[in-house]
T-cell receptor, first 119, second 111 residues
Framework: KAGVTQTPRYLIKTRGQQVTLSCSPI?????VSWYQQTPGQGLQFLFE???????NKGNFPGRFSGRQFSNSRSEMNVSTLELGDSALYLC??????????????????FGPGTRLTVL | EDKVVQSPLSLVVHEGDTVTLNCSYE??????LLWYKQEKKAPTFLFML????IEKKSGRLSSILDKKELFSILNITATQTGDSAVYLC???????????FGTGTRLKVLA
């Protein structure tokens, strides 16, 4: 079974630009979550998508947005990049949390991440 | 505000030592607690705990949850250099079904 894939793996942008990151979940997983990981803040939840709808959102500004397609692939967009957006962006897939009968499927599988550097 | 706190932040030990990593949490609507190991890239799943007092074991690693005192520990016995990594603790809340991660414990095992 193929794992979670993320593209690109590395990205260098300048302040003010925008960026789009992509995540393909494990086949059969319909929930995709995005996280930002920085040395100082650890892993911080950005948002979660299920069935093409954003179900949960963390405490990030509106410059961070995402979407999910009918095949469960997800994209994350960051507009007007700031230096502080430099981080490892991780995507994780799972069976949809809270779905009736799926309560045991709480494990998230992470992709390798996209390392974004903003200059 | 929901939070997960891990301690220590970092730890250096020698091969063969036993280590205990701590994770305490304050969340509303606790559902489960998960431990992950992160080397250079993606975190990999270690354990999921939902019930108090039941130890989960996998080889030299074990973990237990105390829902009354709101903490979990991860034990690693007979450590090896390959155990060097950041160990992450996460709590899954029901209701909003969010994962809240701690900042991790960085473990370095010296040969």
């Amino acid at each position: 079974k193929a794992g979670v894939t993320q593209t690109p793996r590395y990205l260098i942008k300048t302040r003010g630009q925008q960026v789009t990151l992509s995540c393909s979940p494990i086949s059969g997983h319909r929930s995709v979550s995005w996280y930002q990981q920085t040395p100082g803040q650890g892993l911080q939840f950005l948002f979660e998508y299920f069935s093409e709808t954003q179900r949960n959102k963390g405490n990030f500004p509106g410059r961070f947005s995402g979407r999910q397609f009918s095949n469960s692939r997800s994209e994350m967009n960051v507009s007007t990049l700031e230096l502080g957006d430099s981080a490892l962006y991780l995507c994780a897939s799972s069976h949809p949390l809270g779905l009736a009968g799926m309560s045991s499927y709480n494990e998230q599988f992470f992709g390798p991440g996209t390392r974004l550097t903003v200059l | 505000e929901d939070k997960v706190v891990q301690s220590p932040l970092s730890l250096v030990v020698h091969e063969g030592d036993t280590v205990t990593l701590n994770c305490s949490y304050e969340v509303t609507n606790f559902r489960s607690l998960l431990w992950y190991k992160q080397e250079k890239k993606a975190p990999t799943f270690l354990f999921m705990l939902t019930s108090s007092g039941i130890e989960k074991k996998s080889g030299r690693l074990s973990s237990i949850l105390d829902k009354k005192e709101l903490f979990s520990i991860l034990n690693i016995t007979a450590t090896q250099t390959g155990d060097s990594a950041v160990y992450l603790c996460a709590v899954l809340t029901s209701g909003t079904y969010k994962y809240i991660f701690g900042t991790g414990t960085r473990l370095k095992v010296l040969a």
